[in-house]
């Protein structure tokens, strides 16, 4: 049988027959010794009340008396006397030897004990009146022997049945939740993410079922996110191919000045390289959630690298009049990390930073290094955000400003917090509703992040 519950039957079967085997084989030896010492005990008696009959019946009713013995008790037995042989009841089995009634004559008062096959026989030689006299009884435990083993096999039987009956019931009680889990299986893998088992309990299969509805949950939530990546996308390369699409039929117009040709060709520009950037990023966040991605590790100095990115941002700031203040530490802080991968997140950090403050604010960046790690904040004075956007900001294509009038792919952050996983780091955000934005990058100092089999060290050779 293929199935666990055929499995179990038969291990039930197998286990209780083996089990009452032994058990019978063992219980039909001590009973056969136990019956064995009994029926010596009663052809005893019965011998000692041959002899008594012997003694104190008349010679003439002794015949009778003992005739009528044999056929009410369940013993067989012979007398000798004088070379002669009377018989009473039906002798089976063997007689006794010539040796061993010579051994019964000359030892008065000896006795033997005998067994053949299920007959038990005892014999005896004793003195009655001056007159030797050998009795030989037997008796036929057949009978007895298989009383017992009839009640054995019945009782077998009936547990052999209560039995079944018991683990039939206590199988299907088994097996049923994990035909239900099965089917659920079947159910998941044809893609229906919303099959659960419902079963209660503590034990291992509820666990499992638990463990199912918990993977089903996780699988629904990934093809709904799946499933929102591919409208997402479609929408953030939509909507520029149809800029682009539009403006390029009317630049199609002979009747167009060449003022307006090139106010359309800048803008068709400009969705060109707003596709480039998201094709980038897609690649890039794409290339960093990999399995075998790696960090090429070096060690360099954080102040010179912030104060390069800062640079690179001064026009952005300067078109809003936005000041950017770096409270630059009195030593250098140097760190091992990897160089380019982090300067992508300082650049996207303060960028959002300014593109999120309104014209005439601060972005401030503050760097602070303790025994374990290297702090990194970016604060600014722009529009703040609620507890529900900080906790889908780091999400592809999420964007707070819903109107898109800020210009962006919403992969940004994503790539930021991927790239601070990859170093061990964490980030956090403190955002006002009312104003105010500060992302802090925790980078681990102990040197031990880069030790990961997915970082690589990139020898240092400035």
């Known amino acids: 049988m293929k199935s666990i519950y055929g499995k179990l039957i038969i291990g039930f079967l197998v286990s209780i027959l083996f089990s009452f085997s032994i058990a ?12 064995g010492l009994l029926a010596v005990e009663e052809l005893k008696n019965s011998t000692e009340l041959i002899e008594d009959f012997i003694q104190l019946i008349d010679r003439d009713d002794l015949d009778k008396i003992l005739q009528g013995y044999a056929s009410t008790s369940e013993v067989s037995f012979y007398i000798e006397s004088n070379g002669q042989k009377k018989t009473y009841g039906n002798i089976k089995g063997q007689h006794l030897s010539h040796e061993e009634t010579d051994v019964l004559r000359e030892n008065i008062g000896q006795s033997i004990i005998l067994q053949d096959s299920s007959i038990r026989i005892y014999a005896k030689s004793f003195e009655v ?20 083993l009839d009640s054995a ?26 035909s239900r889990l099965t089917k659920a299986t079947n159910e998941l893998s044809k893609g229906n993410y919303r099959v659960r088992v419902n079963y209660t309990g503590k034990d291992e299969i509820a666990r499992l079922n638990r463990s199912f509805n918990q993977m089903a949950q996780q699988l629904a939530k990934q093809d709904e996110t799946r499933q929102q990546f591919i409208s997402d996308v479609s929408h953030e390369f939509q909507t520029p191919l149809t800029a682009i699409q539009g403006f390029a039929t009317i630049l199609k117009n002979e009747k167009l000045t060449d003022e307006q040709r090139q106010k359309y060709a800048d803008i068709i520009l400009f969705h060109s390289k707003r596709l480039s950037t998201l094709s980038k990023n897609m690649l890039q966040l794409t290339l960093l959630e990999g399995e075998d991605v790696k960090l090429e590790i070096s060690e360099f100095s954080l102040i010179e690298q912030l104060n390069r990115v800062i640079e690179t941002q001064d026009n952005f700031a300067l078109s809003k009049n936005i000041e950017i203040e770096f409270e630059i530490p009195k030593n250098d802080i140097r ?52 507890k529900e956007a ?20 919403g992969l940004g952050l994503s ?30 100092q102990n040197k031990s992040f880069h030790i990961s089999e997915r970082l690589i060290k990139k020898e240092n050779h400035g």
């Open 24 to 35: 019978g084989y063992f219980s039909l030896r001590k009973n056969a010794n136990e019956l």
């Open 129 to 148: 009146k001056n007159q030797n006299y050998i009795v030989y009884v037997q008796k036929d435990m057949s009978k007895r022997e298989m009383i017992f």
């Open 153 to 178: 096999l019945i009782a077998v039987f009936c547990m052999l049945v209560a039995g079944s009956i018991t683990f039939l019931v206590i199988a299907d009680i088994i097996v049923k939740p994990i």
């Open 335 to 386: 760190i091992e990390a990897d160089e380019s991968r982090l300067e992508q997140v300082w650049i996207n950090l303060i960028n959002n930073a300014i593109k999120y403050t309104q014209d005439n604010g601060v972005v401030m960046v503050h760097v602070k290094k303790t025994s374990k790690e290297v702090e990194v904040s970016i604060e600014d004075t722009g529009v703040g955000m609620s």
């Open 390 to 409: 900080i906790s889908h900001i780091f999400e592809r294509f999420y964007r707070q400003d819903k109107s898109r009038s800020v210009e962006g792919n």
């Open 415 to 444: 790539i930021v917090k991927r790239i601070v996983d990859l170093h061990k780091g964490r980030i956090d955000v403190i955002s006002r509703e009312e104003g105010g934005s500060r992302f802090t990058v925790h980078l681990p």
